[in-house]
């Protein structure tokens, strides 16, 4: 496997320095919303109550991180969306496999944080937000590991991203290529040979 790695674009240790941070300015933003919302300004660590959506399955590894670093009480409930590769490299179009997710049919009331592991055509967050918010959730924010640097990703509006990238195919934490190399816990480039 690691024969096929071309370049290491973003490696475990600037990873899990980069998830915990976004997971502090998440709880913060999170904590400051519903302390106002709650008028008072008392909204306790504890009385702070999320719903996680993590789209399946690329976002697996992130997800896995970033939540040991939000200490806040949530429900997990996940989204799955394949994609329809063109190429294996390149997404044209996405749908919801109902089948295989546990979206509750109303999200009212509930504060959703919606993440996904990359943005790049923008279709898939897209499709999964606009599914959101026909259950009406009282918030809805979004957040992504990573954005590649291409006008269509850099136009679709998220809340949190971890790294903009170039626009390059990669692999790695949880990314796959013809559902291999996910499990590699740094993000990386494949040799041309592995795509022939
Ligand atoms: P979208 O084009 O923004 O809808 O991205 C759809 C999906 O394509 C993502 O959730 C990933 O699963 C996959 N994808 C997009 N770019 C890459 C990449 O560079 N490596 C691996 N998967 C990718
Ligand atoms: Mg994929």
Do not use: W
Not at 11 to 24: K, N, P, Q
Not at 131 to 155: F, Q, W
Not at 165 to 193: A, K, M, S, W
Request: a negative charge.
């Amino acid at each position: 496997m690691d024969q096929d790695i071309a370049t290491v674009l973003i490696d475990r240790h600037a990873i899990a320095t980069r998830v915990a941070e976004l997971a502090g300015r998440i709880t913060a933003d999170i904590r400051a919303d519903l302390a106002k919302e709650d008028g008072d300004g008392r909204n306790s660590e504890k009385d702070v109550e999320i719903t996680l959506v993590p789209i399946l399955s690329g976002s697996f590894m992130f997800v896995a991180d970033l939540i040991r670093h939000l200490p806040l009480r949530m429900q997990i409930r996940m989204l799955a969306v394949s994609s329809y590769p063109g190429k294996a490299t390149e997404t044209e179009g996405s749908t919801v496999k109902r089948e295989l997710t546990n979206l509750p049919e109303t999200l009212a009331g509930c504060h959703v944080l919606l993440i996904d592991d990359i943005l790049d055509s923008g279709g898939t967050l897209k499709l999964a937000a606009d599914l959101l918010r026909e259950r009406e959730p009282a918030s809805l924010r979004t957040c992504v590991l990573l954005r590649k640097k291409r006008d269509t990703a850099m136009h679709v509006p998220v809340d949190y991203v971890a790294f903009d990238i170039p626009d390059e195919f990669i692999v790695g934490y949880g990314l796959d290529y013809n559902d291999f190399y996910r499990n590699l816990p740094d993000i990386v480039t494949l040799r041309p040979e592995v795509f022939q």
